[in-house]
Structure formats: structure tokens, C-alpha cells
């Protein structure tokens, strides 16, 4: 389980405004979205419902998140970055 309350106040104004700009590209506002949630305490299962995705494919995003920051969100994501 991952708790929430993991992003400092900084990361998440950095996420809130990427889901909010249009021009974004759809994938990095859905990555940035989930880490959003799972922040909020949010699951990882009750994410992946509403997203229509795997529970497995948020937490891979929560994983390259916590370990690559920001760049996670901005890539797409098939290996986490190093």
C-alpha cells in the first residue's frame, strides 16, 4: 500500500499544473494526475478503475516517480528512468 501525503508542496503545485494546462500532452496529465491520487491517500486499484488502467501500471508510475521525480511524469514510461 502506498501511503499518501508523500509530495512536498512544491511537487505537487509542479503536478496540479500540468493537469490543468491544455497543451500538455494526454499521458503526462494522466502520470501526473495518479501520483495526485495516490498522494491524496487514494489506491492504487481505485485509481487504475477510473483510469481504466492497470494497478500495476500506477504503481509503476509511482515507483519512477518517487525514484526520478518530475522527469518520470514527463516521459513515457516503459522502463523507469536512471
Not at 505537487?12 to 497543451?23: F, G, N
Not at 494497478?55 to 509511482?62: A, E, G, M, P
Not at 515507483?63 to 514527463?74: D, E, H, I, Q, R
Request: charged share 25%; hydrophobic share 40%.
Amino acid at each position: 500500500m502506498i501511503r499518501g501525503g508523500f509530495l512536498n508542496e512544491d511537487q505537487r503545485e509542479e503536478l496540479e499544473q500540468i493537469t490543468r494546462r491544455s497543451i500538455e500532452p494526454h499521458g503526462v496529465a494522466r502520470r501526473a494526475n495518479a501520483v495526485l491520487l495516490l498522494d491524496d491517500g487514494k489506491s492504487c486499484a481505485l485509481i487504475a478503475e477510473f483510469l481504466y488502467l492497470d494497478d500495476d501500471t500506477i504503481r509503476t508510475w509511482y515507483k519512477c516517480y518517487m525514484s526520478s521525480g518530475f522527469t518520470a511524469v514527463l516521459i513515457v514510461m516503459q522502463k523507469c528512468p536512471t
